[in-house]
């Protein structure tokens, strides 16, 4: 959407705030649903997985609303045997009152005007209209079938759409003991890559709704598979970091405190862990802030003020804490409601609103004071735990002077087994980290030596799930590979001097090979989740086979390939090799079929849900081998290709 549309729209928006009881009038009439239709991707982010599941999303979304407004407490999501979704919540009902002005009624304002709905009372706030809610029209636009029940003065409304068009009229379909909404939806397969839902998708952000919206019962039932899940948690975002250190091992008992100040709502839990991880997750009105924002720095700052005036105070401290050292073994989540949020960044997941830092900061700074006084075992408990992180740091900053002084010997300070390119812009660059001193010998052969720059890395990496930062800063192979990249590590890090922007993990389709990708994965998402955030982490993916037919050579990728190419192609008189390695095919096959930009396959690392990721890291890197041995049985089918 235009900015002076959107503009024009919140300036509309803001215009008629004073208005009292809801109704008709209430609803703000805004543009139809033909440009949502054309240009898709720019409401729901795209029309592949993540845009289908938006869909869902954007019903729900306006089902929370309902709830944060204090007149709904259960939404049940289903996604039924004919493919369709159904979202039904226990809310006060659409209003389906004429529309004065359009002389529709207001249900069908809703659903075929765009960011068409009502104004909460101020003293609420809303999900939808927010950084991704568009409006339950967007998914009425997009779906070839939509039909929304309203049960509201005992009777049953019904109106059923197509692509966004009513096709029938509000009609009374019969008489009703209960109020709600309900809408079930069919996604056009004309714009959706695939129309199929994942449960484990929905799930996985419905419980997150849940954890964040305390006594909200979220029900999702699959009735292709008879799975079902039912989220309710007291706790809250207490509950979520109970969640979150299930399978760590929690130093003391979960902190949580929230208040409400100058209208912003701000609810914090957190629970140090024996781990060396940082786990730490921001939310503004049910959105996941990735890129963090204003409440976040106003965490962290008073987290930091918070832990060396205790340290002080208690004769402890033997130096100053620094911010990262705050949050060693931290997991934490940071829960804020805001009036008018401002989202800024590269995905928009980033807080702007400059009060918000102010309020989290001095509701922090106050609780956890005196929580500290308050609790001194605990107090004291934490307080060891991040002297040891600072030693630990001061020993990683020492480690890396050396290793720096140790460089400044070379006449260049990058690594030897470096074979740079000579392009010297980012934006242009690559580098291919592979597994292996003979791959990686192929690689520099065949590569294109202007934009690709290859580091071959002999054998497993450092665990750094299980390690610290100064024991890392001690292993060669991840120092090279930090000095290639060029960002350092820490509180030094810095994005802005990352020497390649796309930075490709190469390694063999083996059990070896996925084990070191995983590092590679762990390393990249534990200490340098900016470099996966900004897009610029990738994993290449070489051919598994290679089938030759008289004079053509047809390179395939997976199993499922090879079988439809082989019924295309007949299986006579052709040869089929496996590669068992990168090492087994020669520079101009490795150049062909692995790292031409015009043919290669690469895919791009994203963190799509940073929780699941979080948990994921921590079960298939951590000590419990028990957790990981029943994660790999149960997903055995996804991970065939992994050989973990
Ligand atoms: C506007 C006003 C009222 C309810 C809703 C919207 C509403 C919308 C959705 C969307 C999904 N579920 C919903 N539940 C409620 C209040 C109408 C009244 O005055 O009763």
Same mark, same amino acid.
């Given at each position: 959407m235009?900015?002076?549309?959107?503009?024009?729209e919140?300036?509309?928006?803001?215009d008629?705030?004073?208005s009292?009881?809801y109704g008709?009038?209430?609803?703000?009439?805004l543009t139809?649903?033909?440009?949502?239709?054309k240009r898709p991707g720019?409401?729901i982010g795209d029309?592949?997985?993540?845009?289908?599941?938006?869909?869902?999303?954007?019903?729900v979304?306006?089902?929370?609303?309902e709830?944060?407004?204090?007149?709904?407490?259960?939404?049940?999501? /289903?996604?039924?045997k004919?493919g369709t979704a159904t979202?039904?919540d226990?809310?006060?009902?659409?209003?389906?009152?004429?529309?004065?002005?359009?002389?529709?009624?207001?249900?069908?304002?809703v659903? /075929?005007k765009?960011?068409?709905?009502a104004?909460?009372e101020k003293s609420?706030y809303k999900?939808?209209?927010?950084?991704h809610?568009?409006g339950?029209s967007?998914?009425?636009?997009?779906?070839?079938?939509?039909e929304?029940e309203?049960?509201?003065d005992g009777?049953?409304?019904?109106?059923?759409?197509?692509?966004?068009?009513?096709t029938?009229k509000?009609t009374?379909?019969g008489?009703?003991?209960k109020i709600g909404?309900?809408?079930?939806f069919?996604p056009?397969?004309?714009?959706?890559?695939?129309?199929i839902?994942?449960?484990d998708i929905l799930?996985?952000?419905?419980?997150?709704?849940a954890?964040l919206?305390?006594?909200l019962?979220i029900?999702?039932?699959?009735?292709r598979? !008879?799975k079902?899940h +039912?989220?309710?948690?007291?706790?809250?975002?207490k509950s979520?970091v109970?969640y979150?250190?299930?399978?760590?091992?929690?130093?003391?008992?979960?902190?949580?405190f929230s208040?409400?100040?100058?209208?912003?709502?701000v609810e914090?839990a957190?629970q140090?862990?024996e781990s060396?991880?940082?786990?730490?997750?921001?939310?503004v009105?049910?959105?996941?802030t990735?890129e963090?924002?204003t409440?976040?720095?106003?965490?962290?700052?008073?987290?930091t003020?918070?832990?060396?005036?205790y340290?002080?105070k208690s004769?402890?401290?033997?130096?100053?804490?620094?911010?990262?050292? /705050?949050r060693?073994?931290?997991t934490?989540?940071?829960s804020?409601?805001?009036?008018?949020?401002q989202f800024?960044?590269?995905t928009k997941?980033k807080?702007?609103?400059?009060e918000?830092?102010?309020?989290?900061?001095?509701?922090?700074?106050?609780n956890?004071?005196?929580?500290?006084?308050?609790?001194p075992g605990?107090?004291?408990?934490?307080?060891?735990?991040?002297?040891?992180?600072?030693r630990?740091r001061?020993?990683a900053r020492?480690?890396?002077d050396?290793?720096?002084?140790?460089?400044?010997?070379f006449?260049?300070?990058?690594?030897?087994k470096l074979?740079?390119?000579?392009?010297?812009d980012?934006?242009q660059?690559?580098l291919y980290?592979v597994?292996?001193d003979s791959?990686?010998g192929?690689?520099k052969?065949?590569r294109?030596r202007?934009f690709?720059?290859?580091?071959?890395?002999?054998g497993?990496?450092l665990?750094?799930e299980k390690?610290r930062l100064?024991?890392?800063?001690?292993?060669?192979e991840?120092? %090279?590979l930090?000095?290639?990249? !060029?960002t350092?590590?820490?509180e030094?890090?810095?994005?802005n001097?990352?020497?390649?922007?796309?930075?490709?993990?190469?390694?063999d389709a083996?059990?070896d090979?996925s084990?070191i990708?995983?590092?590679?994965?762990?390393l990249?998402?534990?200490?340098?989740?900016q470099?996966?955030?900004? !897009?610029?982490?990738y994993?290449?993916?070489p051919?598994?086979y290679?089938v030759?037919?008289r %004079?053509?050579?047809?390179?395939?990728?997976n199993?499922?390939k090879?079988?439809?190419?082989? %019924?295309k192609i007949g299986?006579?008189?052709?040869g089929?090799?496996r590669?068992?390695?990168?090492g087994?095919? %020669?520079p101009d096959?490795?150049?062909?079929?692995?790292m031409n930009?015009?043919?290669?396959?690469?895919?791009?690392?994203?963190?799509? +849900?940073?929780?699941?990721a979080d948990?994921?890291f921590?079960?298939l890197m !951590? +000590?419990?081998?028990?957790l990981?041995?029943n994660?790999i049985e149960?997903?055995a089918?996804?991970?065939k290709?992994?050989?973990?």
């Amino acid at each position: 959407m235009a900015e002076e549309e959107k503009a024009e729209e919140e300036n509309k928006a803001k215009d008629s705030k004073e208005s009292g009881e809801y109704g008709a009038n209430d609803i703000q009439v805004l543009t139809g649903l033909e440009g949502v239709r054309k240009r898709p991707g720019m409401y729901i982010g795209d029309t592949a997985v993540r845009g289908l599941h938006h869909l869902v999303y954007e019903a729900v979304d306006n089902s929370v609303d309902e709830a944060l407004a204090g007149h709904c407490n259960l939404i049940t999501i /289903t996604i039924n045997k004919d493919g369709t979704a159904t979202v039904e919540d226990n809310g006060r009902g659409i209003p389906v009152d004429m529309h004065p002005k359009l002389k529709i009624p207001s249900v069908e304002v809703v659903l /075929t005007k765009l960011h068409a709905g009502a104004k909460f009372e101020k003293s609420t706030y809303k999900v939808s209209g927010g950084l991704h809610g568009v409006g339950i029209s967007v998914t009425n636009a997009l779906s070839e079938q939509l039909e929304v029940e309203i049960s509201r003065d005992g009777k049953i409304y019904s109106q059923k759409y197509a692509y966004g068009k009513p096709t029938t009229k509000l009609t009374v379909k019969g008489s009703a003991n209960k109020i709600g909404t309900k809408i079930t939806f069919m996604p056009d397969k004309g714009i959706f890559s695939s129309v199929i839902f994942d449960f484990d998708i929905l799930s996985s952000r419905l419980r997150e709704l849940a954890f964040l919206n305390k006594g909200l019962r979220i029900i999702i039932k699959d009735e292709r598979t !008879g799975k079902s899940h +039912d989220f309710f948690y007291k706790g809250g975002i207490k509950s979520f970091v109970e969640y979150l250190n299930k399978n760590k091992a929690p130093v003391h008992n979960v902190i949580y405190f929230s208040k409400e100040k100058n209208s912003t709502n701000v609810e914090i839990a957190l629970q140090y862990n024996e781990s060396y991880n940082e786990s730490v997750f921001s939310f503004v009105n049910n959105i996941n802030t990735i890129e963090g924002g204003t409440h976040l720095s106003g965490f962290k700052s008073a987290l930091t003020r918070v832990m060396n005036n205790y340290g002080e105070k208690s004769k402890m401290s033997e130096g100053k804490l620094t911010s990262d050292d /705050t949050r060693e073994g931290l997991t934490a989540v940071i829960s804020v409601k805001v009036k008018e949020p401002q989202f800024e960044g590269q995905t928009k997941s980033k807080l702007g609103n400059s009060e918000v830092k102010g309020i989290v900061d001095s509701v922090v700074y106050d609780n956890l004071n005196d929580f500290m006084e308050e609790n001194p075992g605990v107090a004291k408990t934490i307080i060891l735990k991040l002297i040891s992180a600072a030693r630990a740091r001061e020993a990683a900053r020492k480690a890396k002077d050396l290793v720096r002084r140790k460089n400044a010997l070379f006449a260049s300070s990058l690594p030897g087994k470096l074979a740079d390119c000579s392009n010297k812009d980012p934006a242009q660059c690559e580098l291919y980290l592979v597994e292996g001193d003979s791959a990686g010998g192929s690689c520099k052969m065949g590569r294109n030596r202007n934009f690709q720059a290859i580091l071959p890395l002999r054998g497993k990496i450092l665990n750094v799930e299980k390690a610290r930062l100064d024991k890392i800063m001690n292993s060669k192979e991840i120092t %090279n590979l930090i000095t290639a990249l !060029g960002t350092s590590v820490g509180e030094e890090f810095d994005i802005n001097k990352l020497r390649y922007h796309k930075v490709i993990i190469t390694t063999d389709a083996d059990v070896d090979g996925s084990h070191i990708s995983c590092l590679l994965l762990t390393l990249f998402y534990r200490y340098l989740k900016q470099i996966i955030e900004a !897009g610029y982490l990738y994993i290449a993916q070489p051919p598994l086979y290679k089938v030759k037919k008289r %004079n053509h050579v047809f390179y395939v990728y997976n199993e499922e390939k090879l079988k439809l190419l082989l %019924n295309k192609i007949g299986k006579e008189s052709i040869g089929i090799q496996r590669y068992k390695g990168l090492g087994e095919m %020669n520079p101009d096959q490795l150049w062909e079929t692995t790292m031409n930009p015009d043919h290669r396959t690469i895919l791009q690392v994203t963190l799509e +849900d940073a929780v699941e990721a979080d948990r994921i890291f921590t079960i298939l890197m !951590g +000590d419990e081998v028990e957790l990981r041995r029943n994660f790999i049985e149960k997903h055995a089918k996804e991970v065939k290709n992994l050989d973990i």
